[in-house]
T-cell receptor, first 115, second 108 residues
Framework: NAGVMQNPRHLVRRRGQEARLRCSPMKGHSHVYWYRQLPEEGLKFMVYLQKENIIDESGMPKERFSAEFPKEGPSILRIQQVVRGDSAAYFC?????????????FGPGTRLTVT | KQEVTQIPAALSVPEGENLVLNCSFTDSAIYNLQWFRQDPGKGLTSLLLIQSSQREQTSGRLNASLDKSSGRSTLYIAASQPGDSATYLCAFLLELIFGQGTELSVKP
């Protein structure tokens, strides 16, 4: 059973471009969480999704950021018109159920650099 | 709102020493707690999961405890090794709220 997969592992974008980060959860997992780790800061929750639904986006910046988890395919975190402050490591995690007894399994992260 | 604090921010110990990492939280209504390690430039590796009804979990040289009444969790590492050098993070609740981490350096 492959772990959580994220791609690309490294992404370089110029200011104003769009960044698309992909996350494939572990097989059998229907819950996906996205986190951001800014340089010199801790990990911050961004958004929690189930298939075709956004459950909690309280940690997502109000503008330029969006996330989806379609019925088929990976979850996508999309950042429009990137700025230098978006440079960070973005992690996704998955779990089989939204239940406190289940661990979240993390992917290796995508490191976004905005030049 | 849950706030999570990890002390110390950095720790350097000689190889073989036993050590304790601390994590404190403000809201005792937690659901679960995970301890992670993060190696430089890498993703998170889950170390231990403690459910709110449990008091501790053990895996090899690691032991994590949870005391909801005092708002604390500790990660105990026995007989530390240079390979243990990493940043250790604790996290709470379903949508994990992370502490800032403790950067551990084990000197050979």
């Amino acid at each position: 059973n492959a772990g959580v997969m994220q791609n690309p592992r490294h992404l370089v974008r110029r200011r104003g471009q769009e960044a698309r980060l992909r996350c494939s959860p572990m097989k059998g997992h229907s819950h996906v969480y996205w986190y951001r780790q800014l340089p010199e800061e801790g990990l911050k929750f961004m958004v929690y999704l189930q298939k075709e639904n956004i459950i909690d986006e309280s940690g997502m910046p109000k503008e330029r950021f969006s996330a989806e988890f379609p019925k088929e395919g990976p979850s996508i975190l999309r950042i429009q018109q990137v700025v230098r402050g978006d440079s960070a490591a973005y992690f996704c995690a998955s779990s089989p159920k939204a239940d406190h007894t289940y661990e979240q399994y993390f992917g290796p992260g995508t490191r976004l650099t905005v030049t | 709102k849950q706030e999570v604090t990890q002390i110390p921010a950095a720790l350097s110990v000689p190889e073989g020493e036993n050590l304790v990492l601390n994590c404190s939280f403000t809201d005792s209504a937690i659901y679960n707690l995970q301890w992670f390690r993060q190696d430089p430039g890498k993703g998170l590796t889950s170390l231990l999961l403690i459910q709110s009804s449990q008091r501790e979990q053990t895996s090899g040289r690691l032991n994590a405890s949870l005391d909801k009444s005092s708002g604390r969790s500790t990660l105990y590492i026995a007989a530390s090794q240079p390979g243990d050098s990493a940043t250790y993070l604790c996290a709470f609740l379903l949508e994990l709220i992370f502490g800032q981490g403790t950067e551990l350096s084990v000197k050979p």
